[in-house]
Nanobody
């Protein structure tokens, strides 16, 4: 069983940085690829980044390449999303998810079997 809890969201000024964390209280974290998504009001859930169980293979949406970095610490059962140079359009609820899939499908939300409750990120101009 995977139980995910996100943290690290908040209010930040444009150009600032935040690091989101997603911790799993279960025992199978290292078996899963982990992904970060976000959802703004009235919009669909948007893929941001994913990292394979080994912490080596990573995949990013074009919209966040160079600005966001995903990483994981399997010893701490935690995945991170470092977000730099934030913009007001980055305002959304950010979710982490766990999937046994990898490859070209990792950016599809329906591939994820477990989700956290989300953490709000608000970027002021």
């Amino acid at each position: 069983q995977v139980q995910l809890v996100e943290s690290g969201g908040g209010l930040v000024q444009a150009g600032g940085s935040l690091r989101l964390s997603c911790a799993d209280s279960g025992r199978t974290f290292s078996s899963y690829a982990m992904g970060w998504f976000r959802q703004a009001p009235g919009k669909e859930r948007e893929f941001l980044a994913a990292i394979r169980w080994n912490g080596v293979d990573r995949y990013y949406a074009d919209s966040v390449k160079g600005g966001f970095t995903i990483s994981r610490d399997n010893a701490k059962n935690t995945v991170y999303l470092q977000m730099n140079s934030l913009k007001p359009e980055d305002t959304a609820v950010y979710y982490c998810g766990a999937t046994l899939s990898w490859g070209t499908v990792v950016d599809r939300s329906h591939e994820y079997v477990y989700w956290g409750q989300g953490t709000q990120v608000t970027v002021s101009s």
